[in-house]
């Protein structure tokens, strides 16, 4: 009986889902490093930082003024100032006095002041945003306890007012790069598995005529 030949060519449309999967397995791994790199590491530092409650025990405003950067358009830039805001604020964990910061953007950016505001090109506009600031811990705050968080191991002089990154980041950092590597990887298989079977098929329906 002569040998039964089947082709196991792939059509336009099978060609083109194996394709449209490698290039969604693609982007999953290559945003999986992008988010991983980006994200997720600020993400696990933020998310070592615990919570404690904390009191307001004084706020400053030294005399001492910063600089920082404001743009004005595409090709526009320059330099205004802004007044340093320190509030010090007395949390649960060790009973000590640390310096409050809004979130860890804003300790990196200047680790000397709990706030820095919006850059504006008028120095009163950053006055006054600061002094909104000043007033709200000092007449709203007050003496109230508030939760804030901290890092005993990486800067135990110091505590945040709010995390900048939480569970939800880490979550969608995994989540979107594994839905699009799991989706490719399902078309692919799907692609590869349909046209396995209607090569058997074919087959089949050849060996039945024969």
């Known amino acids: 009986m002569a040998k039964l030949r089947v082709s196991y060519e792939y059509s336009e449309a099978e060609d083109k889902s194996i394709r449209l999967g490698l290039f969604l397995i693609a982007c999953g791994i290559l945003s999986l490093f992008i988010l991983g790199f980006c994200w997720l590491s600020p993400t696990l530092q933020s998310l070592q930082s615990r919570p404690a409650n904390c009191t307001v025990v004084s706020v400053l405003r030294p ?5 920082c950067v404001f743009t004005c358009g ?26 409050l910061h809004f979130d860890e953007q804003q300790l990196v950016l200047n680790p000397k002041c709990s706030y820095v505001p919006p850059c504006e090109r008028d120095n009163q506009k950053n006055r006054d945003s600061v002094r909104w600031w000043e007033d709200y811990f000092t007449k709203e705050v ?25 569970a939800s980041v880490l979550m969608h950092c995994v989540l979107w790069p594994m839905v699009s590597l799991l989706l490719g990887t399902l078309i692919v298989l799907l692609t590869v598995c349909a046209r396995s079977l209607a090569v058997r098929a074919e087959a089949l329906q050849k060996r039945r005529c024969s």
């Open 74 to 99: 595409a090709d526009c830039r320059g330099t205004s100032l802004y007044p340093c805001l320190q509030i010090f604020v007395n949390h649960s964990h060790s009973g000590s006095v640390a310096l």
């Open 63 to 67: 005399e001492e003024m910063f600089e």
């Open 142 to 166: 007050n003496s109230q306890a508030f939760t804030c968080y901290f890092n005993q191991q990486r800067r135990p002089d110091d505590v945040l007012w709010r995390r900048s990154h939480d």
